[in-house]
């Protein structure tokens, strides 16, 4: 029953090594898409962890890690594979690729617990999740792995089947010529790799102690194998392997039996065929994996909705927002000195959810004199000398996006799909349009009368600026990642599937598109002259033709780049992970300057006419564009954990861990 188990679940995981020349790799995206409360990314060799925020894309060998007991991380991997990481857990990827356009997804879980719903795998497709005592291989289900404190690993399937194994490095030390040395060795390590199937409604559990007990009895046959070789060759002389088994296999089955006390039926089913074991009650030589019906309680009713509600990035039907309201109280009025300024956007909408900013991740944008704010559910408006409350703009379904500014106009996108245009004056809404919801924190760009927005459904669509009306739509079959560039007559953006794009704007035509060899981070590319620059996680930017998308330049870079280079006037601004910041000429690479601030950069820097700002942990440094000399720098008294928005008096705002908005005078 083994065998037949075997061959009818295992996956089939395309080794690297047996690929044939035009086998072509490509790293498969694993996207941060939601976040609720604190996580960190553990980027290894790249130095201390960094604040996770949605939009993040997670690359092999990082690890993610959930710091209170409240967090949620919602991560889509590839197109259509979602997993929700809860709770203080970590979890490190081990492989993320696809080849031939087979996926392969191997992750790591030290500890914690994973709402699991990957796409239905086809041949060569594998995604399989491991902890220190098990490896969970999926086929198309869904079901919920949790691993504590003390190893116990425990899978609950809602459908589909899970392949559950116990995780055996001793597997891995075995080698073929003592497998082939001992049946009973064999038999014993192909028990082990075949695992148990676990259906719906059906759990298993793997404690630390099976898993010692089982490396203990497969580490002794092995040790015996490698007594008996030592006894062979010295009365035998020297001798091949092939006639080291023949002489001595029955005898070293026959010793493991004695030694090991095991029932002597053990030899008999060791050398039986496949066809035999089918049709033969199974003898173990360890205690197998437990499956059981699960019980009422092994998936709370909350994990249960959520994993129900995990869904790949798509279309959502958008439904009409009413007239808003006001539902803050305002804010007390803070006075304008040289010290940093840090305020507390604090009350609750009618059904008492909480407007904490950092719940979404979304920046402040200044316009004029209003430095304006999205709350999950609010939009709020503040006076940039006072700091005191002008406005807030309700939006009860919650906001997705933070908000972009136009022409005297906020504009936001709400989590049910909805478009909302808002007077930055008074905070009334000037239209709402049905649209859809975006994988990122994305933006529109604005031109000719139009407003353009990539959405995760993979759609770019185009809308009338001053009524919202749908002027045309394209579909590119992956999530759009992130905000549009423009040069008037084309759109420049990127998708999941890690592909650049240039569109017609007045159509939505493809006009090319190309897919770099190295995984790039989400966000707005820079577009200037006749290319768009880009970064690349190969720790370098990139230039393309926007009339070919064919490459024009390349420059590495002393980090890994935290985001797209950011304009300056026919340069390119971009800040890296060692704490590096580059002005390149965007023409040509060359490089103008460079500058390490000393640490680790996490945020895209901000550009004006004069100044390049940058934020580390709570510090905001403020460099010449001319020289990247130096100017000054500003301690805040929180974290910083948005973009950077700037005035014309040269304040910084910005948005704590806890939600605040915070600004300082440079």
Known sequence: MKALKLTALLLATVALSSCAPKDK????????????GKAEIDRGSAGSPVAMKTGDVIAVTDTIRGLTAATAIDLQI?????????????????????????????????????????????????????????????????????????????????????????????????????????????????????????????????????????????????????EVKAEQIQTGGETTSKELAAATQRKVDEKIVEK??????????????????????????????????????????????????????KMTEATPVTTPEEVAA??????????????????????????????????PAVSGNTILLASPRALFAFHTESMKQKWSYSVPEGILSSPAIHDGLAYILSRNGVMHSIDIANGTAKWTASAETTAFDAKPVFLSGKMLLGFASGNVIAFDVKSGKQLWKKNLESAVYGSLSSSGTSIFLTTMNNTVWALDSSSGTVQWKYTPE???????????????????????????????????WEKKLSGTPVSHPVSANGNAIVATTDGSIYKLNADNGAIQWQKNIGTAIRIAPEVTQDSVYAAAENTIFRLSLSSGDLVSQKELKSKITSGLAIDSASQVYSVTGKGNLQRTGF
């Open 25 to 36: 790799e490509k790293p498969l995206s694993a996207t941060v898409v939601f976040l609720l």
């Open 330 to 363: 305002p804010v007390e009025e803070t006075k304008l000195v040289s010290e940093p300024v840090e305020i507390e956007v604090e009350k609750a909408t009618k059904a008492g959810v909480q407007n904490r900013v950092a719940f979404t991740g979304n920046s």
């Open 78 to 226: 590839g197109d259509t594979s979602r997993l929700k990481v809860k709770g203080e857990s970590e979890l490190k990827m081990e492989k993320l690729s696809s080849v031939n356009g087979k996926d392969q997804a191997t992750m790591q879980m030290a500890l914690g617990k994973a709402l699991v719903k990957p796409k239905k795998l086809q041949d060569g497709e594998s995604f399989v999740i491991s902890t220190p005592t098990a490896v969970a291989g999926v086929r198309g289900t869904s079901f919920v792995i949790e691993t504590n404190a003390d190893k116990k690993t425990v899978v609950t399937v809602t459908e589909g089947k899970v392949l559950m194994k116990k995780n055996l490095p001793a597997i891995e030390a075995a080698s073929e010529e003592n497998r082939n040395l001992s049946a009973i060795l064999d038999q014993a390590l192909e028990e082990a790799e075949s695992g148990e199937v676990i259906e719906a409604n059906q759990s298993a559990a793997v404690t630390e102690e099976e898993v010692q007990e089982t490396t203990k009895v497969i580490e002794e046959m092995a040790q015996i194998v490698e």
């Open 260 to 313: 090991m006390e095991l029932p002597p039926e053990i030899l008999t089913a060791a050398t039986l065929s496949p066809e035999q074991k089918a049709e033969t009650a199974p003898v173990s030589v360890f205690k197998p994996i437990e499956v059981k019906q699960a019980e009422p309680a092994a998936i709370s009713e909350e994990d249960r909705k959520e994993l129900e509600e995990l869904k790949p990035l």
């Open 518 to 552: 190295n995984r790039m981070p989400g966000g707005k590319i820079l577009y200037s002259n006749d290319k768009v620059v880009l970064s690349s996680f190969n720790n370098s930017v990139f230039a393309l033709k926007t009339k070919s998308g064919k490459i024009a």
